[in-house]
C-alpha cells in the first residue's frame, strides 16, 4: 500500500511516495533506537554488558527475535575493553572519486582532512566515466535548454531547485577544474570543443579525449597528494558510520574503517562527514561498474538512520558484450563490461534470440532504431520470457570494410574471445550502469543526519529524476561537492571532538579467532550468495518489472539474507566481526532490498522503472520514492549498524 | 600472447585495406594462426610493428599485462596520431579521427560505448 504525504520536518517541499510495505510498519519518522531521558548522550552507543544492563533499567524493551543475540552479551565486552587504532580529524571523506577529491580539496583550506577510499584511490565509478561532463558554456546555448533537458529527461520526476543548481553553477566548476590543471579538448579557435550527446539541444558535453572522467580524476588526484592537509588512507574499507542520537536527530561523529592490507579496524572521529561512496552496479551480475560498487554508502546511511529515495530508478545499458556467448570465455569473470555502441544498431545491426528471430518489430515500429529504452526492455522481456542469457546482435550482413573501419575496437575485443563480428552475431545482454537514487541530499548536500553530507553517484539530489540525462552525473558530483563545503565548515566550526568518543561505539572485530578453515569456507560462501543475489535481481529485478515478481524477489532475497547469516554465525562469526567480503555483501543486501522496496512502491511506469501491471505514467505519482529509515524490530545483520545495540523496540 | 598483439595490429590496419583471413570455423588456434599469418607481411615494414611481434612473444600467457599494454599502446597511438588533427567539421584539435563519437547520441569510440 503506497501514500503520499507531506514530509515531517526537514528540508523538503513537497509531499513523498512513501512503502507502507511490511517492512515499514512504523514508516513515520521515529528515531531507531529511544535512550531520551534514560542515559546521557555519551554512553548511549557502549555495549559492553555493564551498560546493557543499565539500559535495562531504564525500562525499553528487547526483543528477541533472533537467536544470534545468545552470545551477545559476552562478546561485546570482550570487544569494548581491546584497543585500537583511533585517528581525529575535521573532516572525513568516504570515497575518492570526482566528488570526495573536489570537496576534500576545499575543506583542506579550513581543516584536516582523511580521505578513506577502499581500494586503490583511482579505482572509481568516475575514473570509467569516458563521456564528458555536460555544462552550458556556448554563448548560443542556455541554463533553461539545460534544464529541459534534464527535466525531460528525468521524466518531470525532477527536483527542478537542483536542476536549477546544477545547470547554473555547472560551468563555474568547470572553469574551476581546468584552473587546477585538468585538460579539456579544444576546437582550433581555441574555445572548449564541446560534443553533443542524445538528450542534449545543444553541443555542450565538454570532454578529455575520449577519457574525461579519468582525466578529471588525475587532475584531483594531483591536487590532493600535493595538499599537505589532506591524508589518504587507501584500502581503507568504510564498515559503519559512528551515530549518536540527541534527542530526536541522529548525529554523525565519524566512521569505521578495515584497512584490508594490514587487517586493521581503524576508527575515524570527525567533526563533519561526506559520503562520496558512489554506486551500486553490483547488486546485478552485468555492469559497468569497478568492483568497488558495491553500495557500501548507500547502506551505511541506511543503516544510519539516513533517508534513501528513488532507488528503483537503475539505469542499464541494453546492449553490453555478453561473455557467456563468446566462444572463448575470459579467463576471469570481466569486471566492468563492455557496452556496445548504439552506432552498430544505427548503423543497421539487427537484433535477434538464439532461436534467430528478429524480435524488434514485435515491440516497437522502429525496430533497432527505437529509443534506449524501448530496446532495453525489448532485450530484457525476450530474456525472460525465453529464460535465456543473452541476445545477438548482427551487423555481419554490412560491408566487412566498414565494420572493422567504425568498430575497431568491438572486433578486437571479439576476436580475442574466438568471435569474428563480420561473420558471425555479437552476443549482448543488458547491463546495469548508474544508480540515479540514493542518499536523499538536500541543496547543501545536506542529509537529515547531523554533520553527514553526500555527493555524487551515492546521493540523490533531485537531478536525475526517474532516468539521468547523458553526461549529467560528472556534473552533479563537481556541484553538490562544491555545495556542500560551506555549510560543512559552518557545522565543523560549531562542533568539538570529543576525544573520549571514540569508546562509545564497540569496535569492529578483524576474525582472527575463526581460523583459516572457517574463514576459507565463509569466504566461498559468500561468493557463492553474492552471485545468486544477483542472479535475483537481474531475474525479478530487471528492467521489466511487475509487482509478483517484485513480491517474488523480496521473499527470495529475505531467504538468501537468512541463509547465509545463519551460516556464518553458525560458524562462529560475530555480530561486530568484520571482512571485506562479508561487508561488502551485507551491504549488497542492504541496496538490493531498497531498490526492490523502492520498486515496489511505484505503482506507475516512468523513465527507468517499468511496471507491466502499472505501465503508465500516473501525473498523480510524480513524486519521489522516500524510505524512511525503520525501526529493526526485525533487523538482520545487513540493516544493523555493527555497533548498534540489540533489537530495541521503539516507542510507537 | 598471440592474440593480443593480433588485435592490435587489426585496430592499427584498420584504415588501411586488409587481406581477409581465412578464418576456418571457431576453433581459436586456427582463426588465431591464420589470421596472424595473413597480416605478417604488414607486421615487418616498420620497426614499430616488428617490436611488437617480440613483445608478443614474451607475453605470452600472461593475458592482463598484455591487455594493459594494448590499450596503452592504443592510447599512445591514438594521442600520437591526434595530437595535430584538427577536425575538418567541427574544428577540434586532437579530437578522435573518423565518425564523430556522438553521431547516434551515445559516446562511442571504435564502437565502445562510454556513456549514454
Not at chain 1, 558554456?137 to 537542483?162: F, K, N, R, W
Not at chain 1, 560551468?171 to 577544474?177: A, N, S, T, V, Y
Not at chain 2, 611481434?53 to 594521442?79: F, H, P, Q, T
Amino acid at each position: 500500500m503506497a501514500a503520499s504525504i507531506a514530509y515531517v520536518g526537514g528540508h523538503l517541499q513537497y509531499g513523498v511516495n512513501f512503502c507502507m510495505g511490511q517492512s515499514y510498519k512504523q514508516a513515520i519518522w521515529v528515531p531507531s533506537v529511544t535512550f531520551n531521558g534514560c542515559l546521557q548522550r555519551e554512553l548511549s552507543w557502549s555495549c559492553g554488558v555493564s551498560k546493557f544492563l543499565q539500559i535495562r533499567k531504564c525500562n525499553l524493551f528487547r526483543s528477541r527475535t533472533n537467536e544470534n543475540w545468545k552470545s551477545f552479551g559476552t562478546v561485546i565486552t570482550s570487544a569494548y575493553l581491546r584497543d585500537g587504532s583511533t585517528k581525529y580529524f575535521d573532516f572525513a571523506v568516504i570515497g575518492s572519486g570526482v566528488a570526495g577529491l573536489r570537496y576534500a580539496l576545499e575543506v583542506a583550506k579550513h581543516g584536516s582532512v582523511a580521505i578513506i577510499t577502499k581500494a586503490e584511490p583511482h579505482e572509481s565509478n568516475t575514473n570509467y566515466a569516458q563521456g564528458g561532463v555536460s555544462a552550458v558554456l556556448c554563448p548560443s546555448d542556455s541554463v533553461e535548454s539545460h534544464m529541459q533537458d534534464t527535466i525531460v529527461a528525468g521524466a518531470y520526476l525532477c527536483d527542478e531547485e537542483s536542476v536549477k543548481v546544477v545547470c547554473t553553477e555547472g560551468p563555474d566548476r568547470i572553469r574551476e577544474l581546468i584552473a587546477m590543471g585538468a585538460s579539456f579538448d579544444h576546437g582550433d579557435d581555441g574555445n572548449l570543443h564541446l560534443a553533443r550527446e542524445g538528450g542534449h539541444s545543444h553541443h555542450r558535453i565538454v570532454h578529455a579525449a575520449d577519457m574525461t572522467g579519468r582525466e578529471i580524476e588525475r587532475a584531483l588526484l594531483e591536487a590532493v597528494v600535493n595538499d599537505p592537509n589532506i591524508s589518504v588512507f587507501k584500502h581503507h574499507f568504510a564498515i559503519d558510520l559512528l551515530t549518536s542520537q540527541d534527542g530526536s536527530d541522529t548525529v554523525c561523529h565519524g566512521i569505521d574503517a578495515l584497512n584490508t592490507e594490514t587487517q586493521e579496524v581503524v576508527r575515524f572521529i570527525s567533526k563533519v562527514t561526506l559520503l562520496a561512496s558512489g554506486g551500486a552496479g553490483h547488486i546485478y551480475p552485468s555492469t559497468t561498474n569497478p568492483l568497488v560498487a558495491t553500495g557500501d554508502g548507500m547502506a551505511m546511511a541506511h543503516r544510519a538512520q539516513a533517508v534513501i529515495s528513488n532507488m528503483e530508478f537503475v539505469q542499464f545499458h541494453p546492449t553490453a558484450l555478453a561473455d557467456e556467448g563468446l566462444p572463448i570465455k575470459p579467463k576471469k569473470t570481466r569486471e566492468n563490461s563492455f557496452l556496445i555502441t548504439e552506432a552498430v544498431r544505427g548503423d543497421g545491426g539487427i537484433l535477434y534470440n538464439l532461436s534467430m528471430e528478429r524480435f524488434m518489430p514485435l515491440y516497437d515500429g522502429r525496430a533497432e532504431l527505437a529509443p534506449r529504452d524501448v530496446v532495453a526492455r525489448s532485450i530484457d522481456d525476450q530474456l525472460k520470457k525465453r529464460n535465456e542469457k543473452y541476445v545477438l546482435l548482427d551487423i555481419s550482413h554490412k560491408p566487412r570494410e566498414k565494420i572493422l573501419s567504425h568498430f575497431p575496437n568491438i572486433a578486437n575485443e571479439c576476436l580475442q574471445h574466438g568471435l569474428d563480428i563480420t561473420q558471425q552475431p555479437i552476443p549482448v545482454v543488458p547491463a546495469a550502469h548508474y544508480m540515479c537514487g540514493g542518499v536523499r541530499a538536500g541543496l547543501q548536500g545536506e542529509t537529515n543526519v547531523h554533520g553527514l553530507y553526500v555527493a555524487g553517484e551515492v546521493a540523490c539530489t533531485g537531478l536525475h529524476g526517474a532516468n539521468r540525462l547523458a553526461s549529467n552525473s560528472l556534473l552533479e558530483a563537481l556541484v553538490f561537492a562544491r555545495r556542500a563545503v560551506q555549510p560543512s565548515i559552518n557545522y565543523m566550526k560549531s562542533s568539538s571532538l570529543d576525544l573520549s568518543a571514540s569508546s562509545l561505539w564497540t569496535r569492529p572485530l578483524v576474525p582472527k579467532s575463526l581460523g583459516s578453515d572457517v574463514m576459507h569456507k565463509i569466504l566461498r560462501i559468500t561468493k557463492e550468495v553474492r552471485k545468486e543475489l544477483q542472479s535475483i535481481m537481474w531475474k525479478y529485478v530487471g528492467i521489466v518489472r511487475s509487482t509478483s515478481r517484485l513480491q517474488e524477489a523480496e521473499q527470495k532475497i529475505g531467504k538468501l539474507e537468512a541463509k547465509w547469516e545463519t551460516y556464518l554465525f553458525e560458524h562462529g562469526w560475530q555480530q561486530t566481526m568484520v571482512a571485506l567480503e562479508a561487508c561488502e555483501m551485507r551491504n549488497l543486501f542492504c541496496c538490493a532490498k531498497l531498490v526492490v522496496s523502492s520498486a515496489l512502491a511505484r505503482n506507475e511506469s516512468r523513465g527507468l522503472h517499468y511496471m507491466t501491471d502499472f505501465p503508465h505514467l500516473e501525473e498523480s505519482k510524480r513524486l519521489p520514492t522516500v524510505i524512511f529509515p525503520s525501526s529493526h524490530t526485525t533487523g538482520t545483520w545487513s540493516s544493523r549498524q555493527l555497533h548498534q545495540q540489540p533489537i530495541v523496540k521503539s516507542m510507537v | 600472447m598471440a592474440k593480443t598483439s593480433l588485435s592490435r595490429l587489426f585496430a592499427s590496419l584498420s584504415e588501411h585495406s586488409i587481406t581477409k583471413p581465412s578464418f576456418t570455423g571457431s576453433r581459436s588456434d586456427s582463426v588465431t594462426r591464420s589470421a596472424y599469418n595473413s597480416v605478417t607481411r604488414f607486421v615487418c615494414s616498420s620497426a614499430q610493428e616488428t617490436q611488437l611481434i617480440r613483445e608478443e612473444r614474451s607475453n605470452e600467457g600472461d593475458r592482463e599485462a598484455a591487455k594493459e599494454n594494448l590499450e596503452s599502446v592504443n592510447k599512445e597511438e591514438d594521442e600520437g596520431e591526434d595530437g595535430d588533427h584538427v577536425n575538418k567539421e567541427t574544428g577540434e584539435v586532437g579530437g578522435p579521427k573518423g565518425p564523430e563519437p556522438t553521431r547516434y547520441g551515445d559516446w562511442e569510440r571504435n564502437g565502445r560505448c562510454s556513456d549514454f
